[in-house]
Every structure is written in structure tokens, then in C-alpha cells.
């Protein structure tokens, strides 16, 4: 995939002094119940919030546990085999069209902004980012629908990304299946349906 920039999050923590006088009154409410580490332990309810992560920017690298994860688990097992590792669904907005420069030769890569919402197969992990690298060939794709159509507002997104191993000198690629139905897929699958497949697929010279 093309150049990633990373964006680091510093957190911050103040601490809190009790600056309340050695014979002060304790008048926290009285219904306050004290845990301890057997509460932490339990799990947690079927019912319980998904905790959801905030990127400004989500990178496909971000699916994986480890950075090693694609060589030791795809591309050792041998060429083509292949992994879907993860999700990504939301609603584009617009498609950017970025070069950048990689040790002296440019890169190309498609930003799509809009809103989206992605969810690792492998860790669990939930994040949701206003802005998303998927690989360049699926990119190219939205980057198309919004240059065809200038009063496309929105095209719907829903994708399984996965790896598969290419047995080459770049040893695996980004793959995407897509799942979201809008209208410049509409167009295409009405394109299809006009007709069947040919009645002789292996053409033979005449006699």
C-alpha cells in the first residue's frame, strides 16, 4: 500500500491531590459500593457498550496484532493462500488522490473521507475514523464513482479485507470483497443481467 503517515496520540494524566484537612468528615454517599479484584476479574455482560476506538485516519495495518503477523501466519503457508482479517463499513464522501515521495520515487495513494466504522477479525478491536486507506485498487474504484458522477454525494461502503500471498518478490497483497449495494453497482449488475454466459466458451477454428 502507498506511504501511511502515523499519527501518535499523547496522552496526558493530571494527578489529583486530596487536599482535604487530616480531621475532615468522609461525605462521599453512603450507597457507594467498594470493589475489589475478584469485580475486575468477572467478565463483562453480554449487554455491555462495545468499546469503540477514535482514528482520525484508519490504516489497514491497524487489523493486525503484530506487524509480523502476514509472514508468519499468509505468507509462510505458501502462494495463495489468503486471510480475511478484518471490516470496514461507513459512507464515503469524497476521494483524494494523494503523490508522495518514497526515498526519490513518487507513490500514489486514495484517501476516502466520509465516515467509517472498522472491526478486526483477529484482535476484536472497534475503531471509527472520518477518513480510511483502503488498498489502491478497491480506492481507485470510489475515486472513479466520484469523478463519473459530480452530484454523487455518498457511496455506501461495506468490505472484508483480507491478505493473500503472492509467492513474488512483494510477498502478499490486500484483497477487498465488497458487500454494499449503491447505485453505480446497481448500473453494473443491470449491465450484467442483459445477458448469459456465451453458449461456447472454448472457441474451435471451422472445419
Known amino acids: 500500500m502507498a506511504k501511511q503517515s502515523k499519527t501518535q496520540v499523547e496522552e496526558t494524566q493530571e494527578n489529583i491531590v486530596d487536599e482535604r484537612p487530616a480531621d475532615s468528615v468522609d461525605e462521599r454517599p453512603s450507597d457507594i459500593v467498594e470493589l475489589d479484584n475478584e469485580d475486575f476479574a468477572k467478565p463483562l455482560s453480554s449487554s455491555a457498550p462495545t468499546a469503540v476506538r477514535a482514528r482520525r485516519a484508519f490504516m489497514l495495518k491497524y487489523f493486525l496484532p503484530s506487524p509480523q503477523w502476514i509472514l508468519t501466519e499468509v505468507v509462510s503457508k505458501g ?24 526515498q526519490g520515487t513518487p507513490t500514489r495513494s486514495i484517501v476516502i473521507h466520509g465516515t467509517f466504522e472498522a472491526e478486526s477479525y483477529l484482535t476484536g478491536e472497534v475503531s471509527d475514523a472520518t477518513s480510511c486507506y483502503f488498498p489502491l485498487a478497491y480506492a481507485e474504484k470510489i475515486l472513479t464513482m466520484f469523478a463519473a458522477d459530480k452530484r454523487l454525494e ?13 509467492g513474488k518478490s512483494i510477498p502478499y497483497e490486500w484483497i477487498v470483497i465488497g458487500y454494499a449495494e449503491d447505485h453505480g453497482m446497481e448500473i453494473m449488475k443491470r449491465i450484467k443481467n442483459r445477458r448469459g454466459k ?3 466458451l472454448l472457441l474451435t ?3
Open 198 to 200: 456465451p453458449e461456447q
Open 205 to 207: 477454428p471451422p472445419k
Open 154 to 166: 455518498i457511496v455506501e461502503i461495506d468490505t472484508d479485507i483480507g491478505v493473500e500471498a503472492t
Open 79 to 102: 502462494k495463495g493462500t489468503r486471510a480475511i482479517i478484518g471490516r470496514i463499513h461507513g459512507i464515503a464522501t469524497k476521494a483524494e488522490e494523494k503523490w508522495n515521495d518514497l
